[in-house]
């Protein structure tokens, strides 16, 4: 039977103090091992959403890109048009119908359509009339827009709509 504390302690084993710092300094470390892990996956699933956004970003931008070079296409299938038939088109199937790919009159963003053409213009026309636009906001709010000197401006739905307005007054008042 036990008699005293000490005994106790000494049947069961003495702390050895060493062993106890050791331990101490082994779950300090462990510690600060786990943080350290804890903010590198933090880190990473931060870096990795914004490499997510940067990518969206970039698709969004390229769209807008391919949609402006569709753009300059139909700009530069016009002006062969034109060269050819000594006017432009009455209407952008008719560039179709003359070889154009159709392909090229539809904006490639996933909301994008069908470009909108003001027909009624010759090469004597303000080279600040809309020729080509879209009427759908595709690029973040923004819209292409094609002028007659083959300039290509992305505004809001608003700028492009009165953009157009102004083109449709100088054609009419020119009749």
């Not at 963003?109 to 004597?124: F, L, R, S, T």
Request: overall charge neutral; proline content about 3%; aromatic content about 8%.
């Amino acid at each position: 039977m036990i008699k005293s504390k000490k005994e106790f302690l000494g049947q069961r084993g003495s702390v050895d103090v060493g062993k106890l710092v050791g331990i101490v300094i082994s779950l300090i470390i462990l510690g600060l091992f786990c943080f350290a892990a804890w903010w590198v996956i933090k880190s990473t699933s931060d870096a990795g959403s914004q490499y997510g956004e940067a990518l969206v970003d970039t698709k969004r931008k390229a769209l807008a890109l391919q949609c402006q070079l569709n753009l300059r296409s139909i700009w530069q299938n016009l002006r062969m048009y034109a060269a050819d038939n000594e006017s432009f088109p009455p209407s952008l199937e008719a560039l179709v119908q003359w070889g154009a790919d159709p392909q090229l009159l539809r904006c490639p963003a996933p909301d994008g359509q069908e470009y909108v053409y003001i027909p009624g213009q010759d090469e004597d026309s303000s080279g600040k009339n809309v020729l080509v636009y879209e009427a759908n906001a595709a690029h973040d709010g923004r819209c292409n827009l094609l002028r007659l000197d083959g300039q290509i401006e992305l505004l809001t739905a608003d700028q492009v709509q009165a953009e157009a307005a102004k083109t449709r007054v100088r054609l009419r008042d020119r009749r």
